[in-house]
């Protein structure tokens, strides 16, 4: 009877074993996981960042060139006005 719970008792122990080991596995996974997702993290948000700075300025370079493009439109209407009168 005694033999029989000591070889219950170290079944138990080497499931317990088997589970802890297999919580540990997945512990090292989750962390490696969760450390590679935060460097995406940062990445992407330098990303963005960078971005939102690229785009502000081609905005402002198309409203320079919108503007230059309309003043040229006048001067080329009123040229031809001119031309038109000669």
């Known amino acids: 009877m005694i033999v029989f719970v000591i070889i219950l ?3 138990f122990t080497l499931v317990n074993l088997y589970i802890v080991l297999k ?3 997945w512990r090292t996974a989750l962390v490696r996981i969760i450390k590679t997702m935060n460097k995406l ?3 992407s948000h330098s990303l963005l960042i960078k971005t ?3 785009l502000t300025q081609a905005q402002q370079q198309l409203a320079q060139w919108q503007k230059l493009y309309h003043r040229l439109q006048l001067q080329l209407k009123l040229f031809r006005q001119i031309i038109t009168l000669v």
Do not use: K, R
């Open 52 to 54: 939102e700075v690229s």
């Open 41 to 43: 993290e940062v990445l």
């Open 23 to 25: 919580i540990w596995q």
């Open 9 to 11: 008792n170290l079944l």
